[in-house]
């Protein structure tokens, strides 16, 4: 079973704190995936990596850098994290180009920022 | 562009009566349609799958699917829902092998006891 883990279930940051948000796959995936979920606006592409070092932006990349230096781990950070930040961060993994499988989610961070 | 809609925000069943979850896609080609569900504080988790042959798709947890190409639709049905499946239900199509997902702004249901 495809297992996607998120560093942290919670955290709590002070505005204009840099902050990292770790996400690891441990199935030799080759894309992986930063969303965010908002009530009513539903899941929001940050970025996504469909190679180590390989990057491309998503719907609202505005905010957010990420990092791929390792096949199994995508990091995105928040450089200067504001209250419009706060949100629930969801990564995800999946097979690679040319094979149409799912995406597989981790359990989410849920960032306040204050 | 891809898009999918899903019509009711918010359903209400009894347990034990049957439930069917609409969702409605956009796209020019043959999509890869997905179902997912999402606890309270927890990630989405896969129900089920579509990409092509038999359009009545079967998942987990009792849950199926139908796909109907002329009504651009595929829509989550169960015969009988548990409290378990009270959750929010999120309808999803993809179209550049596996890097362009996009999803519905999901359905949440609650069961009654």
């Known amino acids: 079973d495809v297992k996607v883990t998120q560093s942290s279930r919670y955290l709590v940051k002070r505005t204009g704190e840099k902050v990292f948000l770790e996400c690891v796959q441990d199935?030799?995936?080759?894309?992986m995936f930063w969303y965010r979920q908002d009530p009513g606006l539903g899941l929001r592409l940050i970025y996504f990596?469909?190679?180590?070092?390989?990057?491309e932006k998503g719907d609202i990349p505005e905010g957010y850098s990420v990092s791929r230096e390792k096949k199994e781990r995508f990091s995105l950070i928040l450089e200067s994290a504001s209250t419009n930040q706060t949100s629930m961060y969801l990564c995800?993994?999946?097979?690679?180009?040319?094979?149409?499988?799912?995406?597989?989610f981790g359990n989410g961070t849920r960032l306040t920022v204050t | 562009a891809q898009s999918v809609t899903q019509p009711d925000i918010h359903i209400t069943v009894s347990e034990g009566a049957s439930l069917e979850l609409r969702c409605n896609y956009s796209?020019?080609?043959?999509?890869?349609l997905f179902w997912y569900v999402q606890s309270p504080g927890q990630g989405l988790q896969l129900l089920l799958k579509?990409?092509?042959?038999?359009?009545l798709v079967q998942g987990i947890k009792g849950f199926e699917a139908e796909f109907k190409r002329s009504q651009s639709s595929f829509n989550l049905r169960k015969p009988s829902v548990h409290w378990s499946d009270a959750a929010e239900y999120f309808c999803?199509?993809?179209?550049?092998?596996?890097?362009?997902?996009?999803f519905g702004p999901g359905t949440r249901l609650s069961v009654l006891p």
């Open positions: 995800a993994s999946s097979l690679g180009q040319g094979n149409n499988s799912p995406l597989h």
């Open positions: 199935m030799d995936h080759e894309n």
């Open positions: 990596s469909y190679d180590v070092k390989m990057k």
């Open positions: 796209y020019g080609a043959t999509p890869y």
């Open positions: 579509y990409f092509s042959g038999d359009t």
């Open positions: 999803a199509v993809e179209g550049n092998y596996g890097q362009n997902f996009v």
